[in-house]
């Protein structure tokens, strides 16, 4: 869907125009195109004293080919704040940051690298740490022209484990994720052979895959190397065939809410045959409560929340879940946030965060990660059904101005699925741009 707005102000007297009133501009955002660089330009690392994390850093950037050292228009700026140990030492950030930041390039990159504040070592340590996640979300709001923000909170023990979150939060891969905190506490990530089809070889399923978020999220998967089977209810058949000729991949006409589904894809699939799961099917049926029939209700948590919990819990039991599986939710920042008319909506987003918190932790023993991505105001056939007012306020409010594209999304899910992110589980990852709404 084309953002006219942002069309207009990307002209010469649109821009003059809203620089004059003072009205957004948002930035075309520079997002992955294969055999692009993997670190688009110049990047500057710092760190506090005592920092455990400057070497991993460096190694990654070395294996990125990136070019370090100081630049009058770096891409990012690379901050290793794990020698913060008390409030004073959050002076190390100022100084590092000051003369720096209104030197990023366009679309460039600020990380800051963290120890999680409940893995501190002190109650001093962790107030500093904590206070590192404030400052970086009001540095998201800070940037310009596209650039955007990232925390990287790094367990003690897992320093070797950061290269695929450094990759992506460094790459273009994270266009649209801003003022977020990821948190690597594992040890458990094997660098894939290639980085560029870091997925190759592994087997995946896509539901609700048929168009929009879903279709996007196979062909991503696909590119990275992935044998992609793409699912959809019956009624979706030819939209469904259509995105499998694309993928390469098969088509699998299920509803997921049926008694028999998790006897399907084990037929499909067999023992151990499947590496990735993304759990994107979705449904709205909007009504605000006091009239909202029970049908509706009953309709979006059955196909949002209840199957996805039925479908895992089938695939592990029957064994069709390989050892160091990746499965990801689509939650939504209206389960963070909540919306008006979407109670039933918003309850089966937000369950699925706590589905996918209270999970993740049983299944580490296998090396089977559980995560989930949160998008925001992506431009999709439903967003373009929202009406004009309540549209243009959805993509002007973020910290990036405009609203993202399912690849966005894609690009997110298919970095949870690669092997180097083991290390992460349990997590929620909002795709908003940091949108100004929600936590």
Request: hydrophobic residues 40%; aromatic residues 6%; proline residues 3%.
């Given at each position: 869907m084309a953002d006219r707005y942002q069309k207009f102000t990307a002209s010469g007297p649109g821009g003059f125009l809203a620089k004059r009133l003072g009205l957004p501009r948002p930035e075309p955002l520079r997002r992955h195109r294969p055999g692009d660089p993997a670190v688009p330009g110049p990047v500057v690392l710092g760190g506090a004293p005592e920092g455990r994390l400057l070497k991993p850093v460096r190694a990654v950037l070395d294996a990125c080919g990136a070019t370090p050292g100081e630049s009058d228009r770096p891409h990012a700026l690379v901050f290793d704040a794990t020698g913060i140990t008390t409030s004073a030492g959050l002076r190390e950030l100022y100084d590092f940051f000051h003369g720096r930041i209104r030197s990023v390039a366009p679309c460039g990159r600020v990380i800051v690298l963290g120890t999680p504040p409940e893995l501190a070592g002190t109650v001093a340590e962790t107030t500093a740490q904590r206070a590192i996640e404030g400052f970086v979300r009001s540095v998201g709001k800070e940037l310009r022209r596209g650039a955007t923000a990232h925390l990287l909170l790094v367990a003690p023990g897992?320093?070797?484990?950061?290269?695929?979150?450094?990759?992506?939060?460094?790459?273009?891969?994270?266009?649209?994720?801003?003022?977020?905190?990821?948190?690597i506490t594992g040890t458990s990530a094997d660098a894939?052979?290639?980085?560029?089809?870091?997925?190759?070889?592994?087997?995946?399923?896509?539901?609700?895959?048929?168009?929009?978020?879903?279709a996007v999220v196979a062909e991503t998967l696909h590119r990275d190397g992935a044998s992609v089977t793409v699912l959809d209810v019956p009624a979706q058949s030819g939209d469904l065939a259509a995105v499998a000729v694309r993928v390469d991949g098969r088509a699998l006409e299920l509803d997921i809410t049926a008694p028999d589904a998790g006897e399907?894809?084990?037929?499909?699939?067999?023992?151990?045959?499947?590496?990735?799961?993304?759990?994107?099917?979705?449904?709205?049926?909007?009504?605000?409560?006091?009239?909202?029939?029970?049908?509706?209700?009953?309709?979006?948590?059955?196909?949002?929340l209840t199957s996805v919990e039925t479908l895992t819990e089938s695939l592990l039991a029957k064994g069709i879940l390989a050892d160091n599986a990746r499965v990801i939710c689509t939650s939504s920042i209206s389960g963070i946030a909540g919306n008006v008319g979407q109670t039933n909506y918003s309850a089966s987003k937000a369950g699925l965060i706590g589905y996918v918190q209270s999970l993740a932790p049983s299944l580490t023993d296998r090396g089977i990660t559980l995560n989930a991505v949160a998008p925001g105001f992506i431009e999709t056939q439903m967003t373009a059904a929202v009406p004009l007012f309540i549209r243009e306020a959805g993509r002007r409010m973020t910290s990036l101005k405009q609203g993202g594209q399912p690849v966005d999304v894609a690009e997110t899910v298919a970095y949870f699925a690669s092997p180097g992110s083991g290390a992460i589980t349990g997590q929620v990852l909002r795709v908003c741009g940091q949108g100004l709404l929600g936590a």
């Open positions: 897992a320093e070797g484990s950061v290269e695929s979150s450094l990759r992506f939060a460094l790459s273009p891969r994270s266009a649209y994720v801003s003022g977020q905190a990821v948190r894939p052979a290639d980085w560029e089809r870091p997925l190759a070889g592994r087997t995946a399923l896509v539901t609700g895959a048929s168009r929009g978020i879903g399907r894809l084990a037929a499909h699939f067999g023992e151990g045959g499947l590496d990735i799961v993304v759990h994107n099917a979705g449904i709205t049926r909007d009504k605000t409560l006091g009239r909202m029939d029970e049908s509706r209700w009953d309709a979006v948590i059955a196909v949002n």
